[in-house]
């Protein structure tokens, strides 16, 4: 029997509808260019919320991928609904959205399983997860014939980062994309929120991942996929790629007008 974990937020943070769903990801692409033009991307970090809040900031780092060609997408997700100790790849055949399946890919996942000490395959941190489903009807917007490496991380201790990072530097080659879901500051002022969320676009910005998770763990910032932020850079570290752009940055109160209490997102991209 094939294996496909199915959507679970579809029609909550994006539409259930395919063509709804379609529409509002070709209005978000439309509004939402860079204004540069990059090479070859091989990173980018996107925003997970429901796409009416951070829709528009992913669709900016989406847009630096639309109509390239990468024969594998490894997306990296927190967990909010599980903890466990270290990174689970979905165990199944595909992943499900309104556009269609996305096949895994195997073989690229099990090199990344190998090479790690702390990754194994599973359903744990998959069941449920929003972080790393949202991302997906992007990619199929952006992209076509990709396969798609799903990973969730548990626990985002520096160990995990580390582990991660040299797995997915062993184990991707060039026509590869990696994606870091993460959303940033949660629940504070539009004011507090933009002093913590500025720490996170300066870390990134500098390429100082090291940096960046030294102040998620003494709180002078946040972000709630800081973990695959870092992973991911340090991968590209390793790699020898270091070239990064911040494309936008928003918070939910540019939607609601609410700025009491905001949530931060961001996008950004990581090239050759």
Same mark, same amino acid.
């Given at each position: ?14 539409p ?15 509004i ?11 990173g ?16 900016? %780092?989406?847009?630096?991928? &639309? =109509?390239?060609?990468y024969?594998t997408? !490894? @997306?990296? #997700? ?21 556009l269609?399946?996305i ?5 690229t996942?099990?090199?990344i ?51 991660? %990072?040299?797995?997915?530097? &062993? =184990? ?5 994309? !990696? @994606?870091? #879901? ?10 507090v ?16 991942y ?30 020898g ?31 050759e």
């Amino acid at each position: 029997m094939k294996k496909v974990r199915t959507p679970a937020v579809a029609g909550m943070f994006y539409p259930a509808s395919s063509s709804e769903l379609e529409q509002q990801l070709d209005l978000m692409f439309e509004i939402a260019k860079p204004k540069n033009n990059f090479g070859k991307v091989r990173g980018i970090i996107s925003p997970h919320a429901g796409y009416v809040y951070s829709g528009k900031t992913a669709a900016y %780092a989406y847009n630096t991928i &639309k =109509s390239k060609s990468y024969k594998t997408v !490894v @997306v990296i #997700s927190p967990s909010h609904r599980e903890y466990f100790y270290g990174c689970s790849i979905y165990d199944g055949d595909a992943y499900a959205t309104p556009l269609g399946e996305i096949e895994i890919d195997k073989a690229t996942a099990e090199k990344i399983v190998a090479n790690g000490e702390h990754i194994s395959f599973g359903e744990m941190g998959h069941r449920g997860e929003h972080a790393l489903e949202v991302q997906l009807p992007f990619l199929q917007k952006a992209l076509s014939g990709f396969k798609l490496v799903p990973i969730v991380m548990g626990d985002q201790s520096e160990e995990i980062i580390d582990d991660l %990072a040299q797995a997915l530097a &062993k =184990s991707i080659d060039e026509d590869t994309l !990696v @994606v870091a #879901s993460s959303d940033l500051s949660h629940f504070h002022s539009k004011e507090v929120a933009l002093e913590l969320d500025y720490r996170v676009l300066e870390r990134v910005k500098n390429f100082n991942y090291e940096a960046l998770v030294t102040d998620l763990n003494t709180g002078r910032s946040e972000a709630c996929g800081g973990g695959p932020i870092a992973a991911m850079m340090k991968a590209m570290d390793l790699l020898g790629i270091r070239k990064v752009e911040v494309l936008a940055h928003s918070d939910s109160g540019d939607v609601t007008g609410d700025n009491r209490e905001v949530v931060g997102y961001m996008s950004a991209v990581i090239y050759e």
